[in-house]
């Protein structure tokens, strides 16, 4: 039985698609400007049910008639799934942030920062351009740094300023990309504290694919993070496999 998962995140949307429980393929595309569009361009030739999830998934209710899981069931049901001693889910996405304590492949607690984009994806992209770095880039070159620049503000607004008068001060910039780093993990460690994670963890969402916020969180926890092989798709798979334990409404 073919199932498909619709992921609808605000920068990027993704596909997973599901036979009989196992993963046979997977899509990511920028969201774009028109994120109707993109998910009728990504489920273009799929057939079979399809479930949507992310930020995006009560637009695809509305025109395209699909079921819907909320992101925290999706994340916890596609990382179980990919690593099933799971117990405690980190997802980094554009938007927000979560952190999701897992049992039996559901939710049982979970913190979300969804009111500012500090501690986001969004927030990482907008610094890495104001330091002329590429996203691609600016981990590696965090992780390079001798030491770290104090960052005091959370506010991304405030942050770009912060960070184009560090740099007018002379601090490097790979001093200020860790002291940046450092203000986006301290954020998701208070988000941690308040959900009482467990062993093992899982890290999804894009900016799991960030090295400096792997190792910052590694070290910070104490353990070593699971990463699945597409940290961006587990939210898609999730929902493809929701079909099947019937969580989608």
Not at 131 to 138: P, Q, S
């Amino acid at each position: 039985m073919l199932t498909t998962g619709l992921d609808i995140g605000s920068r990027t949307t993704k596909v997973a698609v599901v036979e009989d429980g196992r993963l046979v393929h997977s899509r990511v595309v920028d969201t774009g400007t028109d994120p109707l569009a993109r998910a009728r361009e990504l489920l273009d030739g799929h057939d079979g049910l399809t479930v949507a999830t992310g930020y995006g998934r009560h637009l695809a209710r509305e025109k395209l008639g699909l079921p819907v899981i909320t992101e925290i069931k999706a994340h916890a049901l596609g990382a179980s799934r990919l690593f099933p001693q799971c117990r405690t889910v980190i997802d980094i996405g554009g938007q927000d942030s979560k952190v999701i304590r897992v049992e039996k492949e559901r939710q049982v607690n979970f913190e979300m920062n969804d009111r500012c984009a500090a501690g986001t994806g969004r927030f990482l992209e907008v610094m890495a351009m104001t330091l002329g770095y590429t996203l691609a880039e600016f981990g590696s070159e965090a992780l390079k740094a001798q030491e770290s620049a104090n960052i005091n503000s959370m506010c991304t607004v405030f942050s770009e300023s912060e960070v184009v008068s560090l740099i007018a001060a002379g601090k490097s910039k790979q001093s200020i990309a860790l002291g940046l780093h450092e203000s986006i993990v301290n954020r998701l460690l208070a988000l941690v504290g308040r959900v009482g994670a467990e062993q093992q963890v899982v890290i999804t969402g894009g900016v799991a694919l960030n090295p400096c916020i792997r190792t910052l969180l590694e070290r910070r926890l104490g353990l070593r993070l699971l990463v699945p092989e597409g940290p961006q798709i587990v939210g898609a798979l999730g929902a493809a496999l929701s079909v099947r334990n019937g969580s989608a409404h």
